[in-house]
């Protein structure tokens, strides 16, 4: 017996020739194997072969190798053939044993091959079967050699199926794929899968690196061992193969093998990319475990098919477009089977059939194909040609089509179910012999209905037509493309009369086969979906949203556009604000009533209840549902609109005036509203929640009973982003951003993963430019693309960046933003604009970095796109925001082209460069080109996209060149990113909010707020404050001590360097805490713009202090020269003092027990002393302000009678105060027209008529007069007519001049303080010069304003005003003349040191010793030194304790604003009011007054006396100290008493102020020990007095903690909002360039402001103002209005305020003026009316809610 064996791609023709030549040969007693010796089937007929023949052999003979050679060569390929061909016996080297095997497996085949006969024994042998047992034997280890080798497939590609990959493992920032690179065996299944994602078809054509490096490119070949001239080695086909070397992986199986190890939704993602590949994809699938055949339908439910199908109808051809899930496609299907083994490639042949240019499926001549296949056998894939509508289309409908890999014989549960459901069955059969294995098959196709077309390998005829339906064509020597097209007419003529057949959902109702959707979760989820699905079903798609979904429909869109009108009022401002929010109300009002939907009801349930897995499941089941019930009624509304197009243009051409064109036109309008009512998606229920949550948080209402729990839709909608699913931030048919939900979700979001850093990556182009697939294609995301669903709004996505990169970033997700298209066609004109301008500052803003799209590279196309983009990019640059920007070019033909990208680059630099020009005039910013406003490098910042496409869809595959494209901008775009650290989601919350207001008004510039900055910076204005605190805090004791020095004639001379020195240990630590906020600060990144700003004030402040102490103490020094003269008599005066006290007591020695005789004496002989003492001192007298004060006024020429009347009445006192001033001026030209009317009357009594003429005329005279009545923007009526029934010109003077008149007063105020205070009264006593000057000043001041003003004023005024001013001098005046004579005079020296001379002098009455006497004066200077020191270190240590305890101090100007106006609201004190109103700093030192004292002696009046103790107890442990050393000084040197006073006091020299000690008396004194006993027993009681002293004595002395307080604390800024006089709160002094700023404005009627001409109170407040469209006149003396918008342009008062434009408004300023409206109307004297009147949603607020509107002013 003899065994030929061949390769696949040869023929055993040349075999069968030879043997006949060489040997005897029975034709009939042959057999030949078509298949591999790996096929159990082909085994099994092999032995059935053999045993038939070896049983006919004679028995002496035996079989033998034909082949001879070395004995380990032959053992070798016996054992290749005995694995490859037997697959389950063990040997097969004997004819005995064969013959056993064949007996065994003769057994088993019964059953299945019973009816099986051997054609090629011609009937003479009779095929018997095959034992059962030996079949399942072969079959198992069959079964077990198919799984070792799909396991070590796995193994070698690192994937477990167990262990599935999930869709998430993909939805990351991975390291961009490496195209051109070989990768590891390990990564090849991932690498796969990401190329797939990026739409990247080449994903199978993944190199894999081999062991060695070098390996790859190794062009060592095998060497033979023959010798050089061995011919026969050379014509041997025998080659040597190393068994240990693995074979290359075959690129389906590595797609199989990632679709078995990938989870459902994964697999759905990787066929839905497989098909935008226009790859086949997997169909019915076989299962090792279990033995079944799945059909993943599942995987096909994402995937859309759209196709034009030409009909002829009428002899006219027409195209339909349909669109719709392929899964509800019903199309023909055209199956393809292989029967046998055929040298043709059927897969190649289809290929052709549907793309000749693109390998829809894989074949044997694919790159990286390889002759083994492990998991490709018996799978089905599927794919459909679509038509184009084009001439060239194969086919004119879409067709299915299949191929079942492997031998159909070999599968016939798969080739049953193909050919049962295909309409045509195509069949390639290496020959169409009888005798041939698939004869019966064909036999049974030939039967059956179905068309059926026979390609035949070995024939060369064409096509014939056998029967009608059936069809055979040989494939022998004719071209590819020849049968291709032959082929294509046969199907198409067989497919011509056929109703369509397959619908690929219909799979599930196939018996034989699994279906994945029969998962219980699965079912689950879409049991769920369909309760939603049937609630819509059958519903005409545009009334679903109006029904189920209401709140998003008409009420949202008319409440975004009542919010966007609040930004444009006009007219009486707050009055039509107050009712449109009423209207918004309203609205979420009726939300609520509409939020009931069975639809929003059952969805929501379904998220709630649901686990994760079936939640996705839900999700995906109710996205597909919709998506199909969309699909038809989408696709039929873009056909009709190219018809209408169509025809347009056919009329416009044949008639272009004609009326049915203008009709034809009006129908096209309408066409996109009909697709935009038709558009609905899963995005517009998630858009639902956010109205409703929005509507119920609005109007905080409880969840009715029946309705989901809305407070939940939040944490809903955050897990949901959190897993991937993109979420709308702007509702594109609304143009609005849902703030209250986006906020909350965020807030989730953070709950979930806490504060992480994201970084924000956005995009911006125009419409239909290929945003969305570009995101797509760089990060596997899933955005919409198809045409018919293009992104409209804005969506975000969250991205988690990988494990393995993380290391590389600052932060921890990307945050992608897709928006809608720029241009979109169904907005015009102005809108485009409007919305395209807000769309793309909101994108911008909101981005770490933009990513410009341009579609082309035609400049014109570009203009508009790249003028937007500018402007953005400039806004952010004016408000501090830094983004970056990348532009990318798609549709380029040509990328490569070097010198044409240049140009390119070249030209778009120029254009924006121009753009950037144009826009800086209307941005009103100096910039000359892009880089000036943005770091931007056009060599790198500037990409180039291949066109997306290669060919012409819809059958055209994916451009790789646009995935190379997609992962290079990736890699720039990553290594950006990881030089940023991106953003907290909680800044990204605000940064929302802060864009979006802005953006809703018209000037973004001045109407954004970046909330974090704002917050960043008041926690830095706190730190400031801490800082100057230290210093303060740590200068105060420096101070301390050296006014002790210089009081005790210590220093005369205070040098700066000293002070630096002692202060330079704080300064420096204060230098460290300021860089260490700075650096390591989380919010670092928006503080580094203010760190220099911080680090000079910071410099400044302690230059400043230095300066301030060292003028304080000068001043000091100064003064303690001034009284050198008295400081020199005190000696002398205390020596006589002592002598005689002592003279007198030696007199009175018996009468020292009568305490009021002593007290009588001694007062009786005192005035005598001093008088002696003094009778050469000229005595300094006091000063009376009151007259001085009447004889400058009379000097001069006011009348008495003015005076007194001021004077008595009190009235000058509220000339700064005055709500209005008419009452003090008179109108130059005024009294001139007055006398005229009058001699006109001729004396005449006044009739009612004539007064009403009367007062017109005086109307008249006062326009005359150059008085500017004409009508106050605000818009209300004629001012002519309301003003002409008044008579009165008391209100003709505006607001804005009484505010001139009242900054006056206070100017002049100030003015003249600032010039009394550089007097030395202090030093050189009070002279009346002093006031005289003042009082000339102001009256020169006066003259000088009323010359530059139209009216003058009364001499009532002057006298006020005078008064005014001089009644605030006095006070300081008193004070400072009170310290002149009390340093100066002698008289009141000796006075008031009176009581410490009577002690001596009883002292020595009673007989006691110098040491007693002299004890007992000291501690009467200690007793009086040590309450000074005492009570300045306490002062100075309660003002630190309330800095930092009490919340008022503890932080920044705002935090003291705000509980100012608490306490001013507690108390409800107009008065008090007013004086915050009138002058803010006053009031707050008020204030700060009232709560030290709260604090120290009603609240914490126990923490104070404590820290008066600690002080008492130091003070006198010093002292104790001082005694002890002076003592022991005097007893080691023997000193006398002189030496024990120096000591003493230089001890204490720098803590206690001494009077001067005189010892004079005291000489004969040798005991100090004794001394010091005597003091310290005085000592004793004066810390027990001391304990219990009252804390009123600070206000006696230097320190005092308010005032401690007041200097730290008002150090700050004070100016006025020009409009309503609101303070602005920043914490530094002078804070240029940041403006001036205020967190909420107050209604204008708090200050006074009315409308021109009338008493009409105005009760708009500023930031309503701002946001509207009405004007002001900056100046009632100017002719010309200023827009509120650009309020910045009215001049110097008005450039450095930032007002924001904010509709919200405090509770507590609407509550004040509803609370004190009369004292309001009787303080200003106009009136809340006409279109003055309060809004009645005002008197709604309470005091509690007023008080409680002030902490949100903390937070904004």
């Not at 226009?278 to 993943?296: D, G, K």
């Not at 919010?563 to 007219?571: C, N, R, V």
């Not at 004609?658 to 509203?673: M, N, V, Y």
């Not at 700064?1216 to 006398?1235: A, D, L, M, P, R």
Request: glycine share 4%.
């Amino acid at each position: 017996m003899t065994i030929v064996t061949h390769e696949l791609d040869e023929t055993c023709e040349s075999a069968l020739e030879d043997l006949k030549d060489f040997s005897s040969f029975n034709e009939q007693r042959f057999h030949t194997c078509r298949r591999s010796m790996t096929d159990k089937k082909e085994i099994i007929d092999l032995l059935e072969k053999i045993e038939v023949m070896v049983s006919e052999n004679d028995h002496h003979c035996y079989t033998t190798p034909m082949c001879d050679g070395k004995k380990e060569q032959k053992e070798q390929m016996e054992q290749k053939l005995y694995k490859e061909e037997t697959a389950g016996t063990e040997e097969l080297q004997k004819a005995p044993e064969i013959t056993k095997k064949v007996s065994e497996l003769k057994e088993t085949g019964e059953a299945e091959h019973s009816e099986k006969t051997d054609d090629s024994t011609k009937g003479k042998s009779e095929i018997k079967s095959l034992s059962s047992e030996t079949k399942e034997k072969g079959e198992s280890h069959s079964k077990k050699d198919r799984q070792t080798e799909s396991e070590t497939l796995l193994r070698r590609l690192n994937l477990q199926v167990q262990h599935k990959l999930s869709a998430a493992d993909f939805l990351q920032i991975r390291p961009p794929v490496q195209m051109n690179q070989d990768i590891l065996e390990t990564d090849v299944g991932r690498s796969f899968l990401q190329r797939l994602m990026m739409l990247d078809y080449r994903a199978r054509y993944i190199p894999v690196r081999q062991e060695s490096p070098g390996a790859r490119y190794s062009q060592t070949l095998p060497i033979s061992e023959s010798d050089d001239n061995d011919l026969d080695a050379l014509f041997s086909t025998t080659v040597d193969v190393d068994q240990s070397k693995q074979t290359n992986m075959h690129p389906m199986d590595v797609q199989m093998a990632v679709f078995h190890c990938s989870d459902s939704f994964l697999k759905q993602n990787m066929i839905t990319k497989l098909s935008q590949c226009q790859y086949a994809l997997p169909f019915l699938v076989p299962n090792a475990e279990p033995a079944t055949i799945e059909c993943p339908l599942w995987t096909f439910r994402q995937i859309t098919k759209t196709w034009k199908t030409t009909q002829v109808k009428d002899g006219s051809e027409t195209v339909t477009m349909t669109s719709m899930p392929i899964c509800n496609a019903e199309t023909h299907m055209v199956s393809f089977f292989r029967l046998d083994s055929v040298s043709e490639s059927k897969s190649q042949l289809m290929n052709s059939l549907i793309n000749d240019r693109h390998n829809t499926f894989f074949h044997r001549n694919c790159p990286g194909s390889t002759k083994s296949r492990h998991l490709m056998d018996g799978v089905v894939e599927i794919a459909w040609y679509c038509p184009a509508g084009k001439p060239n289309d194969s086919f004119t409908d879409c067709i299915a089509f299949c191929n079942l890999h492997g031998d159909a014989l070999m599968f016939e549960k798969q080739t049953k179910i193909l050919t049962e459901t295909s309409s045509v069955n195509v069949v390639l059969v290496p020959t169409l012999e009888k005798s041939h294995r698939s004869t019966t098959v064909i036999s049974d196709l030939y039967k059956s209905q179905k068309p059926l077309v026979i390609l035949t390998a070995d024939n060369v005829c064409d096509a014939v037509l056998m029967k009608p339906g059936m069809c055979k064509m040989g494939l022998k020597d004719r071209s590819q493309s020849d049968v291709s097209e032959s082929l294509k007419g046969i199907i198409r003529n067989m497919l011509s009369g056929l109703e369509t057949s397959f619908q690929l959902k219909s799979m599930a109702n196939v018996s034989g086969i699994r279906v994945d959707e029969d998962d219980p979760v699965c079912r689950k989820g879409e049991k769920a979906a369909m309760e939603i699905f049937n609630l819509i079903q059958g519903m005409d798609i545009s009334k679903i949203k109006d029904r189920f979904l209401p709140c998003q429909g008409q009420l949202w869109h008319q409440w975004s556009r009542i919010k966007k009108e609040l930004y444009h009022l006009k007219g009486n401002v707050d009055k039509e604000k107050s009712q449109k929010e009423q209207q918004l109300m309203k609205i979420r009002e009726d939300q609520c009533s509409a939020s009931c939907s069975e639809l929003m009801k059952s969805f929501t349930e379904s998220l709630i209840s649901l686990s994760s897995q079936e939640k996705e499941y839900f999700l995906k089941w109710t996205q597909i549902l919709i998506d199909a019930l969309c699909t038809d009624d989408l696709s039929s509304i873009l056909q009709s609109y190219d018809e209408k197009w169509s025809e347009v243009l056919d009329l416009k051409k044949k008639k272009p005036k004609s009326p049915l064109l203008a009709g034809k036109q009006d129908e096209l309008e309408t066409i996109p509203k009909k697709l935009q009512s038709a558009n609905f998606g899963l995005e517009h229920i998630f858009r639902e929640m956010g109205q409703i949550y929005e509507a119920h948080q609005a109007l905080n209402k409880k969840t009715n009973s029946g309705q989901t729990n809305w407070s939940k839709y939040p944490k809903l909608a955050a897990d949901l982003m959190i897993s991937g699913r993109p979420m709308e931030l702007m509702d594109g048919d609304a143009g609005h951003v849902p703030l209250m939900w986006i906020s909350s979700v965020l807030e989730e979001v953070i709950k979930k993963l806490g504060d992480q850093r994201v970084f924000v990556l956005s995009v911006l182009g125009v419409k239909s430019s290929g945003k969305s697939t570009m995101l797509n294609a760089m990060f596997g995301l899933q955005f919409a693309v198809s045409a018919g669903r293009c992104t409209k709004g804005a969506f975000m996505q969250l991205v988690k960046v990988s494990e393995d990169i993380q290391k590389d970033f600052k932060f921890d997700y990307v945050l992608v933003v897709d928006t809608e298209g720029l241009r979109a066609p169904e907005l015009a004109g102005d809108a485009t604009l409007h919305h395209d301008n807000a769309l793309a500052t909101f994108v911008v803003g909101l981005g770490n970095m933009t990513l410009i799209n341009i579609f082309g590279e035609n400049p014109a196309e570009m203009q508009d796109v790249l003028q937007i983009v500018v402007q953005a990019f400039m806004r952010m640059k004016k408000v501090k925001l830094s983004p970056s920007c990348v532009f990318v070019h798609q549709n380029v033909t040509d990328i490569g082209a070097a010198e044409k990208n240049m140009d390119g680059k070249r030209r778009l630099q120029e254009k924006l460069d121009q753009m950037v020009q144009q826009a800086a005039k209307e941005e009103m910013c100096n910039v000359e080109c892009f880089s000036d406003i943005i770091a931007f490098d056009v060599q790198q910042d500037v990409k180039y996209f291949a066109q997306l496409w290669e060919g012409s869809p819809p059958m055209a595959p994916p451009n790789p060149g646009y995935s190379e494209s997609a992962q290079d901008l990736k890699r720039m775009i990553l290594a950006k990113a990881s030089q940023s650290a991106g953003i907290t989601l909680s800044h990204f919350k605000s940064k929302i909010q802060d864009l979006w207001n802005a953006v809703m008004n018209e000037q973004f510039v001045f109407s954004f707020k970046n909330t974090l900055e704002i917050a960043a910076y008041r926690k830095l204005e706190v730190q400031y404050g801490n800082w100057t605190w230290d210093l303060r805090s740590s200068m105060l004791p420096i101070e301390n001590q050296l006014y002790t020095r210089i009081e005790n004639g210590e220093l005369d001379n205070v040098d700066r360097t000293y002070l630096l020195k002692e202060m330079s240990k704080t300064y420096e630590k204060n230098k460290k805490d300021m860089t260490s906020h700075f650096e390591d600060n989380r919010d670092k990144d928006t503080l580094v713009q203010w760190r220099g700003r911080f680090e000079k004030k910071i410099h400044e402040f302690h230059e400043e202090q230095v300066k301030e102490v060292k003028r304080k103490l000068d001043e000091v020094i100064q003064q303690k020269k001034a009284c050198k003269k008295l400081d020199d008599k005190k000696p002398e005066f205390e020596n006589k003092l002592l002598q005689k006290s002592k003279e007198l007591a030696q007199q009175l020695k018996d009468k020292a027990k009568d305490e009021k005789e002593l007290q009588k004496q001694f007062n009786s002989v005192w005035t005598d002393w001093v008088s002696e003492l003094t009778e050469d001192i000229k005595p300094i007298k006091d000063i009376n302000l009151e007259d001085d004060k009447i004889f400058i006024l009379e000097e001069l020429g006011i009348e008495w009678s003015l005076i007194d009347e001021s004077s008595s009445s009190g009235r000058y006192k509220n000339v700064s105060k005055v709500g209005n001033y008419c009452s003090y001026i008179t109108y130059k030209k005024y009294q001139e027209h007055c006398n005229k009317v009058q001699q006109s009357e001729g004396g005449k009594k006044e009739t009612k008529t004539h007064t009403t003429r009367k007062r017109n005329d005086l109307f008249s005279a006062a326009l005359e007069a150059g008085l500017d009545l004409a009508q106050h923007v605000f818009g209300f009526g004629s001012t002519t007519e309301q003003n002409a029934g008044q008579g009165e010109l008391n209100d003709a003077l505006p607001h804005e001049e009484q505010e001139v008149i009242r900054t006056f007063i206070n100017n002049i105020d100030q003015q003249s303080f600032d010039t009394i205070k550089t007097k030395p009264v202090a030093t050189r006593g009070y002279s009346q010069t002093y006031l005289q000057e003042v009082a000339k000043n102001v009256q020169e001041k006066l003259t000088e304003f009323e010359s530059e003003r139209k009216y003058s004023f009364k001499k009532e005024f002057t006298v006020d005003v005078l008064l005014y001013v001089f009644e605030r001098l006095g006070s300081w005046l008193s004070y400072s003349h009170q310290t002149f004579k009390k340093n100066n005079d002698a008289l009141t020296y000796l006075n008031n040191n009176k009581t410490q001379y009577y002690n001596v002098f009883r002292s020595f009455c009673k007989g006691n010793s110098s040491a007693v006497v002299f004890g007992e004066m000291i501690c009467d200077k200690l007793k009086v030194s040590t309450v000074e020191a005492v009570c300045n270190k306490t002062a100075i240590d309660l003002a630190g304790e309330m800095r930092c305890s009490f919340p008022a101090f503890s932080g920044n100007r705002l935090d003291l604003e705000k509980h100012v106006l608490k306490s001013l609201a507690v108390n409800e004190n107009f008065d008090g009011f007013i004086k915050y109103i009138r002058h803010p700093r006053k009031q707050v030192e008020v204030f700060i007054k009232e709560e030290v004292e709260k604090y120290i002696f009603r609240e914490h009046k126990g923490k104070a006396q404590n820290i008066l103790k600690k002080n008492v107890d130091d003070i006198s442990q010093l002292v104790r100290q001082a005694l002890f050393k002076a003592t022991t000084k005097v007893k080691t040197q023997g000193g006398g008493t002189e030496m024990w006073v120096k000591e003493f006091s230089s001890f204490l020299k720098d803590e206690l102020p001494l009077d001067t000690i005189c010892c004079q008396n005291f000489s004969d004194i040798n005991n100090f020990d004794f001394l010091k006993e005597e003091i310290e027993k005085g000592l004793v009681n004066i810390i027990e007095e001391m304990n219990h002293l009252s804390l009123d004595k600070m206000k006696k002395f230097r320190q005092r903690p308010d005032q401690i307080l007041i200097d730290r604390l008002c150090k700050c800024c004070w100016e006025t909002c020009p409009f309503c006089g609101a303070v602005c709160t920043n914490t530094l002094e002078n804070h240029s360039p940041e403006d001036h700023s205020v967190p909420f404005h107050r209604s204008g009627a708090i200050s006074g402001v009315h409308y021109k001409g009338t008493d009409i109170m105005s009760v708009d407040f500023c930031t309503t103002r701002v946001a509207n469209d009405n004007s002001f006149y900056p100046d009632h003396t100017l002719e010309y209005t200023i827009p509120y918008k650009q309020y910045r342009k009215a001049g110097p008062r008005f450039a450095n305020w930032r007002i924001t434009p904010d509709e919200s408004k405090l509770k507590y300023w609407t509550w004040f003026v509803c609370r004190f409206q009369k004292d309001l109307e009787d303080h200003y004297g106009h009136k809340f009316k006409g279109d003055g009147e309060i809004p009645s949603e005002w008197r709604t607020h309470t005091k509690e809610e007023a008080i409680q509107s002030l902490d949100e002013m903390f937070k904004l």
